[in-house]
């Protein structure tokens, strides 16, 4: 094998990973006076260490060999060939590790979309004199219901008539009487039911799933509304959940 050879062989080789002598030396446990050896053709390595530094470029023990043993021109071109190949396989690996890592990412992101986006129900009372407005928001991570305001009416409503209270006291259930949120008011003087009614705003954060009434979707709510001392002073509804 020509000394020369090998050592224009490992300084190109070297130079193209834009490495120093120092740092192959360390990659190769060895000096820096060895890598100057070898480049200058002083001196060649062993069979080991050949193999060795072989792996480290990624090519063959056997084409090492080859190079080093052809003329100087064929020695360049050979390598800028086996380079070449090699960058292309590199980069066909890469094109492909991306999209895979793409394709995943995208099919985990659609998924989670439609497993964590909400559905949104409307709320609607069936008593004529109780009206809401709220939605119930139902989703694995974060479902609401949101009663945004109520609204009494019979027939002394807009009268002077119309129902007056110092306090109320609010709760919402389920359709198994599972108590879910409650509210309370209360005024110094009397006010008009709906002027109460109207800033109410309940929400309900399903979030934290602590037993089972928050494992299924709600269908019926019961909605109660006590003011007074007499039990039979208050005002109730059933409120229906549908698609909005």
Not at 26 to 45: M, R
Not at 163 to 176: Q, R, W
Not at 193 to 211: C, G, H, Q, Y
Request: charge should be negative; include cysteine.
């Amino acid at each position: 094998m020509s000394f020369q050879n090998f050592g224009k062989i490992l300084a190109k080789m070297r130079k193209e990973k834009n490495m120093t002598q120092e740092e192959l030396a360390e990659k190769l446990n060895v000096s820096s006076k060895t890598i100057s050896k070898w480049e200058t053709g002083t001196s060649i390595p062993d069979i080991v260490m050949l193999d060795s530094i072989a792996k480290y470029f990624k090519i063959s023990f056997h084409d090492l060999l080859d190079l080093c043993l052809s003329e100087e021109s064929s020695i360049e071109s050979e390598i800028n060939l086996r380079m070449k190949k090699y960058t292309r396989a590199v980069k066909k690996k890469m094109i492909f590790i991306t999209l895979l890592i793409a394709s995943i990412y995208s099919g985990i992101y659609y998924c989670l979309k439609l497993y964590y986006t909400p559905h949104v129900y409307a709320l609607t009372s069936d008593n004529d004199y109780l009206l809401i407005d709220g939605t119930y928001l139902d989703s694995p991570v974060g479902s609401k219901i949101v009663i945004n305001s109520l609204y009494y009416s019979d027939e002394f409503t807009n009268t002077d008539n119309e129902l007056k209270l110092n306090s109320y006291k609010i709760y919402v259930y389920d359709e198994n009487d599972n108590l879910l949120l409650q509210g309370e008011r209360i005024n110094d003087k009397p006010r008009k039911i709906n002027d109460m009614l109207m800033d109410e705003n309940l929400v309900f954060d399903k979030r934290l799933k602590s037993n089972n009434i928050f494992d299924h979707h709600f269908k019926v709510l019961a909605i109660v509304i006590e003011y007074g001392e007499k039990e039979t002073n208050q005002i109730s509804c059933l409120v229906k959940v549908f698609d909005d």
